[in-house]
């Protein structure tokens, strides 16, 4: 590590989601003040304080903005869903709604923080079946290569003049009490785990301790600034996936699901969308690597045994 630990308060919009919490138990380990930016009251692991908001408009809580360390922006609907029209309308807004909201209430204030960390999706880059997708590589085309793209141009136009501006493109990131891994997990032990479709296609993924550590670098270190892909140096075929989590289980066997299979018992079964298993890329994070940052798990099997144990 070649920055500073951050400190101060820091800010986090959205916290739903097993990101959120782990990142505000994370920074909160390192001696950081947490506000949560939250539609819920319910209380925080981390012990946070929380700030009622509703993602879309500016409100008295804007002024905890005001004087902290650092903006983090993890809002958006889950895409882990059947892509119905209002569920896609919904993947879209409430990623470009919470995002000027942020912008207006920053705006607003007298003491701005000095860096806004905002996640985006390296599934920005569409899904080519093939092709290894770096920070130079053209954006695909289809629902969430557009979100990114209106998510990341709420961004900029929302950011104000002289904050430094960091975007994470995140891929899967495994995480070990939460998130598909545990859906995926569990297919394994029932002997479901083998490779979905052809099993050609690229799984980018990202352990959630490297999650953190790049969410603590994009705070912390003033080199850091604009647009990175997030995800592990080494990315794998769905094939290899599902074995290396059968060899972490000890599970000697696992059923392949043929696309139409996947394609009939993914919403019916899983309430899911069959493309987040068939559909897939291979990102590598060029940046990332160039800057020399360190991954404390680069490839797939040591990240399952630490996530599986």
């Not at 981390?46 to 804007?62: N, P, S, V, Y």
């Not at 990131?173 to 979905?196: C, E, F, P």
């Amino acid at each position: 590590m070649d920055w500073k630990q951050p400190s101060g308060r820091v800010v986090i919009a959205g916290r739903s989601g097993f990101l959120g919490m782990n990142l505000a138990r994370h920074l909160a380990g390192l001696g950081c003040e947490i506000v949560i930016l939250s539609r819920s009251t319910a209380s925080d692991p981390a012990r946070a304080r929380i700030a009622r908001w509703d993602a879309r408009t500016t409100g008295d809580w804007a002024a905890e903005l005001e004087g902290a360390a650092a903006i983090v922006n993890l809002v958006g609907r889950t895409v882990d869903c059947i892509k119905t029209p209002d569920h896609c309308d919904e993947i879209l807004r409430s990623r470009v709604e919470a995002t000027r909201a942020l912008g207006q209430a920053l705006r607003s204030i007298d003491d701005p923080p000095g860096v806004w960390a905002q996640m985006s999706t390296a599934h920005i880059y569409g899904d080519p079946p093939t092709v290894r997708c770096d920070e130079d590589s053209a954006f695909g085309y289809g629902l969430a290569p557009t979100v990114g793209k209106a998510w990341e141009q709420a961004f900029d136009d929302a950011a104000p003049p002289g904050i430094r501006k960091v975007v994470l493109r995140t891929s899967f990131v495994l995480g070990r009490s939460a998130g598909a891994l545990r859906t995926m997990s569990r297919l394994a032990r029932w002997g479901l785990g083998g490779r979905a479709g052809s099993g050609r296609q690229g799984v980018s993924w990202l352990h959630e301790h490297d999650m953190n550590r790049l969410f603590e670098r994009a705070i912390a270190d003033p080199s850091m600034h604009g647009a990175c892909i997030a995800t592990a140096p080494n990315p794998v075929s769905n094939a290899e996936f599902m074995r290396a989590i059968r060899r972490t289980l000890r599970v000697p066997l696992g059923l392949p699901a043929p696309a139409p299979l996947v394609r009939l018992g993914a919403p019916l079964l899983l309430r899911t969308d069959p493309e987040l298993a068939l559909c897939g890329r291979y990102c590598v994070p060029k940046r990332l690597q160039a800057e020399g940052f360190e991954f404390r798990f680069p490839t797939i099997e040591p990240a399952l045994r630490d996530l599986l144990r």
